[in-house]
């Protein structure tokens, strides 16, 4: 479970096991949800556009992309030999770094 803020503050997004939720927080309400396939997510980053969220996934030991404008996973990053615990992006946005317990980031 993870949560993350638009730089706005007007949007929040929640990993909850597998389930992404997006909600508008000035209308109080559910923009949208989709599962993000078939794993358990560790914690999350929101790029400072807004746009693309990064997910650690533990058991398939990748980060996924997900555009939230199109709603949908476009990437996943491979790399660890071991559960993926933490993703951040750096404040322009330029990199996203990773961390696993295979001591690798």
Do not use: M
């Amino acid at each position: 479970e993870a949560l993350a803020f638009d730089a706005t503050g007007e949007r929040r997004l929640a990993i909850l096991d597998k389930r992404l939720e997006c909600w508008n927080l000035a209308k109080r309400a559910l923009e949208f949800e989709f599962e993000v396939q078939d794993d358990q997510c560790s914690n999350i980053a929101l790029h400072p556009d807004g746009r693309t969220l990064a997910v650690a996934c533990e058991r398939r030991r990748v980060v996924k992309l997900v555009d939230l404008v199109e709603r949908r996973v476009t990437r996943d990053l491979e790399g660890h030999t071991d559960q993926v615990k933490d993703v951040v992006y750096l404040a322009d946005g330029s990199r996203l770094v990773s961390a696993a317990w295979d001591g690798t980031a």
